[in-house]
Nanobody, 125 residues
Framework: QVQLAESGGGLVQAGGSLRLSCAAS?????????MGWFRQTPGKEREFVAA????????DYADSVKGRFTISRDNARNTLYLQMNSLKPEDTAVYYC?????????????????WGQGTQVTVSS
């Protein structure tokens, strides 16, 4: 099983940018069909943010982040990224990266079998 470790979170003002990284170890990304980013705030369920699959050439985003966030990966570094621009206070959450061996229902967190520990993103108004 792959081990995932997120980094890059922090405190930023509204309108600012952050780039989250998710480093994989144990297995390469190629073992997994789908990689995703999710976020969670206290008392709420984990929410889909973005997904990427090189197998089916798929990139998808939640409506709330389309046009502002970009998911990408670096094969050489075995790292997944989430570039977040024009951040809003409602983007404040703990962000998680995840890996899945299946490509269906990729917006459902239960489809992912490997998760990182999360990184906190706080956007001030």
């Amino acid at each position: 099983q792959v081990q995932l470790a997120e980094s890059g979170g922090g405190l930023v003002q509204a309108g600012g940018s952050l780039r989250l990284s998710c480093a994989a170890s144990g297995r390469t990304f190629s073992y997994y069909d789908m990689m995703g980013w999710f976020r969670q705030t206290p008392g709420k369920e984990r929410e889909f943010v973005a997904a990427f699959s090189w197998v089916v050439r798929l990139t998808d985003y939640a409506d709330s982040v389309k046009g502002r966030f970009t998911i990408s990966r670096d094969n050489a570094r075995n790292t997944l990224y989430l570039q977040m621009n024009s951040l809003k206070p409602e983007d404040t959450a703990v962000y998680y990266c995840a890996a899945s061996r299946v490509r269906t229902d990729y917006k459902e967190s239960k489809r992912y079998d490997s998760w990182g520990q999360g990184t906190q993103v706080t956007v001030s108004s």
